[in-house]
């Protein structure tokens, strides 16, 4: 049975850090691309950044700098190191693997205010 479950969230003041994970199971993590995709209310899901299997990230123009996505293909987890949080971060965050299939998690709330 393939499993993303993300876990971190949670309330952080403006400025603030938090560290996202995404555990995985039930496919062969290391040959897929890895995402964190975001959802905010009334918004349309968007992708916050991507982890190839080889690697290689890349971010969406507003994280800024602020954002790290990493994976451990031992551990078949996926995170994202969340520093500067602004409240236009606060959103649902979702896990992604994606290769000749996609697979979601449920999401973690993330939410970003004082």
């Known amino acids: 049975q393939v499993q993303l479950m993300e876990s971190g969230g949670g309330l952080v003041q403006p400025g603030g850090s938090l560290r996202l994970s995404c555990a995985a199971s039930g496919f062969t993590f290391s040959l897929y691309g890895m995402s964190w995709y975001r959802q905010a209310p009334g918004k349309e899901r968007e992708l916050v950044a991507t982890i190839s299997a080889g690697g290689t990230t890349n971010y969406a123009d507003f994280v800024e700098g602020r954002f790290t996505i990493s994976r451990n293909n031992y551990l078949k987890k996926m995170y994202l190191q969340m520093n500067s949080l602004k409240p236009e971060d606060t959103a649902v965050y979702y896990c992604?693997?994606?290769?000749?299939?996609?697979?979601w998690g449920q999401g973690t709330q993330v939410t970003v205010s004082s």
């Open positions: 992604n693997a994606h290769n000749d299939r996609a697979y």
